[in-house]
């Protein structure tokens, strides 16, 4: 997929949270795990990111790759930990590795798990410098319901996955997109153009 197709979706996917903590001065150890809240989970300190924080150090969430900076003042409570242990890979993010590693997967079909049946997923790591999406192109919430036209396709499983990099950059021309997926949300959903066929 071209960068220039989700160029619409950069600015809230990578933006670097601002996130305070209660230590008394900046502590940029090699890891911290927040211990309650939103932002719960394990967080390794980020040196290789061209984001820079306001104050604070960068860190990386070890399972879904969330960034945030971390420093005083503030109301986020943290430990200090001895080790980072990033978290292990599901099945699909396994396989997606798989496929980035080995160049293939050009192409992408729906499975049969479909309507009701379908799952929701979403999400972001970073792997070999870059940030990857991985999507199943099923939305987290009610859908297919209550539109003045109705679509009469049903949602189905259709994983997806994109590579972008860590500090994207607006492109310099644009290009129209095609029939397909022209963006991945963070709901789980998939975001086409408005194109209904080849001619408009």
Do not use: W
């Amino acid at each position: 997929m071209m960068v220039s197709k989700v160029l619409f979706l950069l600015n809230f996917l990578f933006s670097s949270i601002q996130l305070q903590t209660t230590e008394l001065n900046c502590n940029c150890i090699d890891c911290k795990s927040i211990t309650s809240g939103a932002y719960a989970g394990t967080y390794t300190l980020n040196t290789v990111s061209d984001l820079v924080c306001e104050s604070g150090c960068l860190y990386t969430n070890t399972a879904d790759g969330t960034q945030v900076c971390l420093c005083d003042p503030g109301t986020e409570n943290y430990t200090l930990e001895d080790t980072c242990t990033a978290a292990v890979d599901d099945e699909i993010v396994t396989r997606v590795k798989g496929y980035i590693d080995a160049g293939t997967c050009g192409t992408i079909s729906a499975n049969s798990n479909c309507g009701s049946s379908a799952t929701s997923y979403y999400k972001e790591i970073t792997y070999n410098d870059k940030r990857v999406i991985i999507s199943s192109q099923v939305p987290d919430h009610d859908a297919e319901q209550d539109a003045i036209s109705p679509n009469p396709n049903t949602r189905c499983e259709r994983y997806q996955f994109i590579q972008l990099p860590l500090t994207p950059t607006k492109g310099s021309s644009a290009a129209a997109t095609g029939l397909g997926t022209v963006g991945l949300a963070v709901t789980g959903g998939a975001f086409f153009n408005h194109l209904s066929n080849p001619d408009g």
